[in-house]
T-cell receptor, first 112, second 110 residues
Framework: KAGVTQTPRYLIKTRGQQVTLSCSPI?????VSWYQQTPGQGLQFLFEYFSETQRNKGNFPGRFSGRQFSNSRSEMNVSTLELGDSALYLC???????????FGPGTRLLVL | GENVEQHPSTLSVQEGDSAVIKCTYS??????FPWYKQELGKGPQLIID?????GEKKDQRIAVTLNKTAKHFSLHITETQPEDSAVYFC?????????FGKGTRLSVIA
């Protein structure tokens, strides 16, 4: 079974731009969570989706948003990028909302 | 909310020795404790997990112990090998989303 896939793997943007990241969960998994990983803050929860509904949201500004489609694929969007948004963005999928999470390889975003 | 502390932040061991990483959590409602291994350029990989109704779980060279009274859990790796070198993260989950520790960089010296 294929693992979690994330596209693109690397991205360079400039301040003020917006970006959309994509995540395809493991086949059959209906829950997708997003995390931001930085050297200083570690792994921080962004949001969780299950059956196209946002179940939880982390402590991030409204510039960070996401959605999930009927095929369980998910996207996250960051608008008005800031230098501090440079990070590895990780997507994790699970069979159900409370089940074990499996991570993708991440999208490394660099904001200049 | 939940807070997870992880120690040590770095750990160096000789090949063949054991490695122990410890985590403490604050929320007594937490009932699920996974451990992830992250290699350079990759996403975290689940290596073992434990639920609160179990005190210990083992999978080959890896074991996890949980002490709910003291709110701490530990990862034990025996007979370490160079390929065990990576960053290890503990996490806890209860009524909140997964909360991660800051990670431990393990170096296994051949």
């Amino acid at each position: 079974k294929a693992g979690v896939t994330q596209t693109p793997r690397y991205l360079i943007k400039t301040r003020g731009q917006q970006v959309t990241l994509s995540c395809s969960p493991i086949s059959g998994h209906r829950s997708v969570s997003w995390y931001q990983q930085t050297p200083g803050q570690g792994l921080q929860f962004l949001f969780e989706y299950f059956s196209e509904t946002q179940r939880n949201k982390g402590n991030f500004p409204g510039r960070f948003s996401g959605r999930q489609f009927s095929n369980s694929r998910s996207e996250m969007n960051v608008s008005t990028l800031e230098l501090g948004d440079s990070a590895l963005y990780l997507c994790a999928s699970s069979l159900q909302a409370e089940e074990t999470q499996y991570f993708g390889p991440g999208t490394r975003l660099l904001v200049l | 909310g939940e807070n997870v502390e992880q120690h040590p932040s770095t750990l160096s061991v000789q090949e063949g020795d054991s490695a122990v990483i410890k985590c403490t959590y604050s929320d007594s409602a937490s009932n699920y404790f996974p451990w992830y291994k992250q290699e350079l350029g990759k996403g975290p990989q689940l290596i073992i997990d434990i639920r609160s109704n179990v005190g210990e779980k083992k999978d080959q060279r890896i074991a996890v112990t949980l002490n709910k009274t003291a709110k701490h859990f530990s990862l034990h790796i025996t007979e370490t090998q160079p390929e065990d070198s990576a960053v290890y993260f503990c996490a806890a989950k209860g009524n909140t989303p997964l909360v991660f520790g800051k990670g431990t960089r393990l170096s296994v010296i051949a």
